[in-house]
């Protein structure tokens, strides 16, 4: 059996919760006879995080935060020669793919509960994709993969549940939040907190802690009293006094997020979940991040009203890197290490050259930053999809007053963001 590994950024107070969650699925692998999942705490380092803070206008701003760095293995589960590469939930519908998969899960939103191994589109709260050796895609209702494989339903929960670790591994249970008034909450927390995001690298997570939409979700189970006194006194901040006046915020948010246009899969998850009354507290980040999107895209119209031009900037230098370590040739000479780049495509253009064909790819980073990487080797990408590249920056660039950072020798990644 293939032992897959897998790299996590958490934040430090969630090291436990993390090391919990891998032993509880060593304990379900023992039981199934597979290689048991481990956790290796590999290093505290700090990484530079975004924060937007409201400072009678929008402000962003890199702040150094402390992660932990872990490696978790996990046993790679493949059932009939069949892998497990995405889950399908149904109500809302929630598409959830397997970490590092390059595959997309979006044809399966228009047939969510539909089951080709029986042919039932019969109601199911999930069903499974999987993947065999020759590429080949199928979808299969939970209750039916017994059948379809001749193997028992624990291995395919195990494989399931190893696949969202970085997605459960957070805000537990099954209450529920007023998707307004979750909403409510994250504008609050932004305005007087700033935001602290949850959509890093997939693989590096900055999964949970105490981002902003886990103090919004925290907030939102809090019913008064002394508990409510308790949290704004842990917070620093009482933030049930004044949420009120966020109601016409949020209600804006909601229909901003359902006109967009955006055919990305975490646009997609965004609208479905913000179109529920309700939400789990498993998609508290996704939701609470429209707030973030809304306002990315005011300060966006502002900035292109107030100057005519792009709000790209150049933050990195020459031989900084993004995801890689700095060697020590690197830090003599000043360099910095940012987590890798993680943006949404805008802009592919191929070229023939008399060494081949190259194209040059362009991303847009949450900031509004722009991206460069001439690659020989990329032909998987589209623009609109959302990746995460890890490279050296080579070169500042400007075209037509948009700012741009150019990385050499990138590794990419596509993402389907659904924290
Ligand atoms: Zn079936």
Not at 274 to 284: I, V
Request: aromatic share 8%; with cysteine.
């Amino acid at each position: 059996m293939e032992i897959e590994k897998r790299e996590f950024f958490i934040n430090p107070e969630s090291k436990d919760a993390l090391l919990k969650s891998v032993k509880k699925l060593a304990k379900r692998a023992a039981k199934l006879g597979l290689p048991e999942p481990t956790a290796r705490h590999v290093e505290d380092v700090e990484v530079m995080v975004s924060r937007e803070v409201w400072d009678l206008e929008w402000k962003i701003k890199k702040v150094p935060v402390l992660k932990s760095r872990f490696e978790i293995t996990f046993p790679e589960v493949k059932i009939a020669g069949w892998e497990i590469v995405g889950t399908i939930d149904a109500e809302p519908v929630v598409t959830n793919a397997k970490p590092g998969w390059a595959g997309s899960l979006k044809p399966y939103r228009d047939h969510p509960t539909r089951c080709e191994h029986c042919n039932h589109n019969r109601s199911r709260k999930m069903t499974v994709v999987l993947q065999n050796e020759t590429g080949e895609l199928i979808q299969v209702g939970r209750s039916c993969l017994k059948d379809f494989t001749g193997h028992e339903v624990g291995i395919f929960n195990f494989g399931i549940a190893c696949n969202s670790l970085e997605q459960n591994f957070g805000p537990r249970g099954e209450p529920l939040a007023n998707t307004e008034y979750l909403l409510m909450l994250g504008l609050a927390l932004i305005r007087r907190v700033g935001w602290t995001s949850r959509t890093m690298l997939r693989n590096s997570g900055d999964p949970h802690g105490m981002s902003t939409s886990d103090w919004a979700w925290d907030a939102s189970q809090i019913r008064g009293g002394t508990e409510a006194e308790k949290f704004a006194e842990k917070l620093g901040l009482n933030i049930f006094e004044e949420i009120g006046t966020e109601r016409e915020e949020a209600k804006k948010i909601i229909e901003f997020i359902a006109d967009s246009k955006e055919e990305n899969d975490y646009f997609l998850n965004l609208r479905s979940l913000c179109a529920e009354s309700h939400t789990r507290g498993k998609h508290t980040g996704t939701v609470v991040s429209a707030a973030f999107v809304y306002h990315r895209h005011l300060a966006k119209l502002e900035a292109a009203k107030r100057a005519g031009k792009s709000t790209s900037s150049h933050f990195a230098k020459v031989g900084d890197k993004f995801g890689r370590k700095l060697s020590k040739k690197d830090k003599d000479a000043g360099a910095t290490a940012y987590p890798a780049s993680e943006g949404t495509i805008s802009f592919m253009h191929t070229r023939d050259t008399d060494w081949g064909v190259t194209t040059l790819i362009k991303w847009v980073d949450d900031n509004g930053n722009e991206f460069g990487w001439w690659s020989s080797s990329e032909s998987r990408l589209k623009i609109g999809q959302r990746i995460s590249v890890i490279g050296t920056v080579k070169k500042l660039d400007e075209y037509k007053g948009t700012k741009s950072t150019m990385l050499s020798r990138c590794k990419v990644e596509k993402m389907e963001v659904s924290k």
